[in-house]
């Protein structure tokens, strides 16, 4: 795997029992992708310790509780595993996972220029909030100030990803 965007899907917190297996915190929307059996990940030593990064390949894994235990293929006692407590596993970027229209990844979103659909520049997208029903983009206007746009089909017209452009219509009291 090239040293290209990385996307994190999890990371190892413990080892479990002694045959080898990892217990994961999945840091994935897909981790029924990312932990079958077969996938490729590349283990990633923790920020400012010693380490350098190595492909795994998933013999196999199962959800328990908040966890995935997963066993690596190659790895069969806890000694060769217990060293790894801590380390992350991430996938290249172009390995993401294709969304369904209409869903977008928030880095994806993120630094998108947000216009009117008569074509005024609003600002960018600086954040996203998840509050409950809907997500509301957190736009950045040139005048400092901030504008919530509440992620629904009324007010998001058009999301361009390729072109970083975002069309929206305002409704009333959002300005």
């Known amino acids: 795997m090239t040293e290209e965007r990385l996307l994190n899907v ?29 996938s490729r990940l590349l283990a990633c030593p923790p920020e400012g310790t010693a380490g350098t990064p190595f492909e795994v390949e998933v013999q196999s894994s199962r959800e328990q509780s908040n ?27 172009a390995e993401r996972v294709e969304l369904e229209e209409g869903e977008y990844y928030f880095r994806d979103i993120m630094g998108c220029e947000v216009v009117t659909e008569e074509g005024e520049k609003l600002g960018t997208i600086a954040d996203i909030l998840s509050p409950g029903a809907n997500d509301v983009w957190v736009v950045k206007q040139a005048k400092g100030k901030e504008l919530l746009l509440p992620v ?21 009291g959002l300005l």
């Open 67 to 93: 966890v995935f235990v997963v066993k690596l293929k190659g790895y069969d006692n806890i000694n060769q595993v217990e060293k790894y407590k801590g380390w992350e596993l991430k996938v290249p970027g």
């Open 152 to 172: 629904i089909d009324e007010v998001v017209l058009n999301v361009d990803v390729a072109a970083k452009v975002v069309k929206v219509r305002l409704m009333e």
């Open 10 to 38: 999890g990371k190892i917190v413990n080892t479990h029992g002694i045959r080898g297996e990892v217990k994961i915190w999945p840091q994935t929307d897909f981790p029924d992708v990312r932990f079958r059996g077969g």
